[in-house]
């Protein structure tokens, strides 16, 4: 059954992330943005990467890109790098209005350095980069 992941397979590491604190967020953003979240939709759409084998098969393949809009704080976008085995780049975006896109560099910024100091790899996260989605 392609729906059901394998016995073997491990859970996806979403624990190594964390946001940058409210100060932070308060410091970079307006109240204009919704860049603070994390979004149910983000922890699902995780949730069935994880789970699922036909999902995870797709996103594994050697070369794949993968492009998350509205990243808000980087999570999912952090995931899929840190987890999917041979895709290629993993690319988050946000609008710069209101800070957001400064926020999403600053938690991804942040994160590779705690992955690197914790002695994760890092080079996973080199497919991982940030740029400005214009939602206009």
Do not use: P
Not at 6 to 13: K, Q, S, T, Y
Not at 103 to 119: D, T
């Amino acid at each position: 059954d392609v729906a059901a992941a394998d016995d073997d397979d491990e859970a996806w590491d979403t624990a190594s992330f964390a946001c940058a604190t409210m100060d932070d967020y308060m410091a970079i953003t307006t109240r204009a943005t919704t860049g603070h979240c994390l979004w149910n939709a983000a922890r699902a759409l995780c949730a069935f990467l994880e789970r699922d084998a036909g999902a995870r098969a797709a996103i594994d393949r050697t070369g794949v890109r993968a492009l998350e809009l509205g990243s808000g704080v980087g999570w999912l976008a952090f995931a899929v790098a840190m987890n999917a085995r041979d895709a290629g780049a993993v690319r988050a975006t946000e609008t710069a209005q209101g800070g957001a896109l400064t926020w999403l560099e600053l938690n991804i910024e942040r994160n590779v350095e705690r992955v690197r100091l914790s002695g994760g790899n890092v080079e996973k996260l080199g497919r991982l980069s940030c740029g400005e989605f214009d939602w206009d």
